[in-house]
């Protein structure tokens, strides 16, 4: 495996030969000088940039980058979930409920192969032993044709269009996934629920990354009283159970509230108690960097705190913060799912993956249609996907690293 060349040998060296350096006031540093310079050296030297370094490390990782589509697949079937879907996914259909999928084929039944696949319709019958299965009817083929015209819908929330990736001919179904009690089609509510899953996770994470880099780096700059003081804040906040905990703040919002003010409340729940851990990594790194020479530099030249902390430290941070970010993100889709399959999250007419699990829980619902818990495959895959791209990320932040 090709490894990239370490350059911190060679900027010790660089730095061992460099002696003490002169801050602006003209006193001499007795510090060791920063790593960060010599290694920009080499790379310049090199004719490749930071980002070039990481970008480089983190292709060669194959599982990352299949993380990555992953998750951008799951974003632009979010976006677009009325497009992907055939049906409208919020109007009822009784006589289609608990339909199960639709079987999708490419040989007749005389084994026939047809290019364009295609579709029989179904009905159900009932066996002797008292349960009922699906027959296809098989006189007439029902072929699946790409880019049709199916209920309007405003994308982006502007432009009305009838555009659908797919639909059956004539007055066959396709439902890829089966349907749900009420006739749904659970293909296009899966990726219509991603929205709220989705945004909600990034939503959530954001605000949990904005107040944990900040605690961070203010605690880790000032450190003393300040730092002792805040990191038992830290620890006092960490002590707390979180399942426990979100699931009594979710209890009590009220049902009379609207869809906009649930998904803003149920978001800053989630980052509640997930900024400590971020809080203290933050902290322990800027704690190594404020006493190094471009801090020092910074201090001379008569730079105030704020802009030493989020100019100067802070940034050095970031390849750390996104890593959290990715990692962050999935262990809020689960907490939003369990919740919502409990009851006590999201709730009608909002939409997400862990509410459409609630029709999963009885045992007698799941035997005779285990369709039902399709959107579990959505959880399993965002979940996956981003600790696959998080992983990924985290190796390349230290493009110097062999691996």
């Given at each position: 495996?090709?490894?990239?060349?370490?350059?911190?040998?060679?900027a010790s060296a660089e730095v061992s030969a460099g002696g003490a350096q002169t801050l602006p006031s003209g006193r001499a540093s007795t510090?060791?000088?920063?790593?960060?310079?010599?290694?920009?050296?080499?790379?310049?030297?090199?004719?490749?940039?930071?980002?070039?370094?990481?970008?480089?490390?983190?292709?060669?990782?194959?599982?990352?980058?299949?993380?990555?589509?992953?998750?951008?697949?799951?974003?632009?079937?979010?976006?677009?979930?009325?497009?992907?879907?055939?049906?409208?996914?919020?109007?009822?259909?009784?006589?289609?409920?608990?339909?199960?999928?639709?079987?999708?084929?490419?040989?007749?039944?005389?084994?026939?192969?047809?290019?364009?696949?295609?579709?029989?319709?179904?009905?159900?019958?009932?066996?002797?032993?008292?349960?009922?299965?699906?027959?296809?009817?098989?006189?007439?083929r029902y072929p699946i044709n790409f880019f049709v015209e199916g209920f309007e819908y405003k994308l982006f929330g502007l432009v009305k269009?009838?555009?659908?990736?797919?639909?059956?001919?004539?007055?066959?179904?396709?439902?890829?996934?089966?349907?749900?009690?009420?006739?749904?089609?659970?293909?296009?509510?899966?990726a219509m629920a991603g929205r709220i899953s989705l945004s909600m996770a990034i939503f959530g994470t954001l605000i949990s990354v904005i107040?944990?880099?900040?605690?961070?780096?203010?605690?880790?700059?000032?450190?003393?009283?300040?730092?002792?003081?805040?990191?038992?804040?830290?620890?006092?906040?960490?002590?707390?159970?979180?399942?426990?905990?979100?699931?009594?703040?979710?209890?009590?919002?009220?049902?009379?509230?609207?869809?906009?003010?649930?998904?803003?409340?149920?978001?800053?729940?989630?980052?509640?108690?997930?900024?400590?851990?971020?809080?203290?990594?933050?902290?322990?790194?800027?704690?190594?960097?404020?006493?190094?020479?471009?801090?020092?530099?910074?201090?001379?030249?008569?730079?105030?705190?704020?802009?030493?902390?989020?100019?100067?430290?802070?940034?050095?941070?970031?390849?750390?913060?996104?890593?959290?970010?990715?990692?962050?993100?999935?262990?809020?889709?689960?907490?939003?799912?369990?919740?919502?399959?409990?009851?006590?999250?999201?709730?009608?007419?909002?939409?997400?993956?862990?509410?459409?699990?609630?029709?999963?829980?009885?045992?007698?619902?799941?035997?005779?249609?285990?369709?039902?818990?399709?959107?579990?495959?959505?959880?399993?895959?965002?979940?996956?996907?981003?600790?696959?791209?998080?992983?990924?990320?985290?190796?390349?932040?230290?493009?110097?690293?062999?691996?």
């Open positions: 495996m090709e490894t990239v060349e370490d350059p911190r040998r060679e510090r060791p000088p920063d790593l960060n310079l010599a290694l920009l050296r080499h790379a310049a030297r090199t004719h490749e940039s930071y980002g070039e370094l990481v970008w480089r490390k983190f292709s060669k990782s194959q599982i990352a980058i299949i993380g990555g589509l992953v998750v951008v697949v799951l974003i632009i079937m979010a976006i677009f979930s009325d497009f992907f879907s055939p049906y409208d996914p919020i109007k009822l259909n009784m006589s289609e409920a608990y339909t199960a999928p639709t079987a999708i084929h490419f040989f007749d039944e005389t084994g026939a192969f047809h290019f364009q696949p295609f579709v029989y319709k179904r009905y159900q019958k009932l066996n002797p032993n008292m349960t009922s299965e699906w027959v296809e009817d098989t006189s007439v269009t009838n555009l659908h990736l797919y639909g059956a001919a004539g007055d066959a179904k396709v439902y890829i996934l089966g349907a749900d009690r009420f006739g749904r089609d659970i293909f296009g509510r899966s107040v944990g880099a900040a605690v961070g780096v203010f605690s880790g700059y000032y450190g003393g009283s300040i730092d002792n003081w805040t990191q038992r804040f830290v620890e006092f906040m960490q002590s707390f159970p979180q399942l426990p905990l979100w699931m009594a703040l979710a209890a009590v919002i009220p049902i009379t509230w609207n869809q906009t003010a649930v998904f803003v409340v149920m978001s800053a729940i989630f980052a509640l108690l997930s900024w400590t851990l971020l809080a203290r990594e933050v902290r322990g790194k800027v704690l190594a960097m404020r006493e190094t020479d471009f801090v020092l530099a910074a201090k001379e030249m008569g730079a105030s705190d704020a802009r030493i902390m989020f100019q100067h430290l802070l940034p050095n941070t970031f390849s750390h913060i996104i890593v959290v970010l990715t990692l962050t993100i999935p262990s809020i889709i689960l907490a939003e799912s369990f919740l919502s399959f409990l009851g006590i999250g999201i709730q009608e007419p909002l939409n997400s993956w862990g509410l459409m699990m609630r029709d999963a829980q009885t045992l007698q619902t799941l035997g005779f249609n285990p369709w039902i818990a399709s959107s579990v495959f959505f959880i399993i895959a965002a979940v996956l996907g981003f600790n696959f791209l998080g992983d990924g990320l985290r190796d390349a932040a230290d493009p110097y690293a062999n691996s």
